[in-house]
């Protein structure tokens, strides 16, 4: 067993939508992160178990965060360069892949994974993020209210 320190100024314990939302805002930031994730992909619910991203009819209009909206449109970005779609398909301006009724936004979980990673790279390239993949937390050491180390 290679026992490895790295230093950041963040340090995220799982790769879900939280954990990469915090990534990103902290790497676009200048800080140096470090994501661990348990699992070998990235995207929690969205991508392990294919969980649309959102419930509710507001997300695309009133109640998503830039970034938020950002993942959403490179999904579809996704399809539309990727993917085989009818020409009515390609069209849509809210493209819905799996043609869901829980979510204006349902595919496949891959894709969102593919998303994601490239949503990252840029940071990773740069060295301004660690994605820690197959890493499961054991403990944290901490001093008053700060986290010292995660092993």
């Known amino acids: 067993m290679t026992v490895k320190e790295l230093a950041a100024d963040v340090a995220i314990v799982g790769g879900g939508l939280g954990g990469i939302s915090a990534a990103l805002a902290a790497a676009r930031l200048g800080a140096r992160v470090v994501l ?40 579809r970005a996704y399809y539309r360069k990727n ?6 398909a390609r069209s849509r301006v809210r493209l819905n ?9 349902c595919h496949e979980p891959w894709v969102a994974a593919k998303v994601i990673d490239e949503l990252l790279a ?28 995660v092993h």
């Open 97 to 105: 892949p799996g043609l869901g009724n829980v979510s204006t936004l």
């Open 36 to 75: 661990a994730e348990e699992l070998d992909w990235l995207g929690g619910q969205l991508t392990a178990q294919g969980v649309p991203p959102d419930e509710h009819p507001w997300i695309e209009a009133l109640a998503a965060s830039q970034s938020y909206a950002d993942f959403r449109q490179a999904i």
């Open 122 to 149: 840029p940071f990773v390239a740069a060295g301004r993020l660690t994605v820690l993949r197959r890493h499961r937390t054991v403990k944290a050491e901490t001093h008053a209210d700060t986290v010292r180390a």
């Open 83 to 88: 993917l085989p779609l009818t020409d009515e």
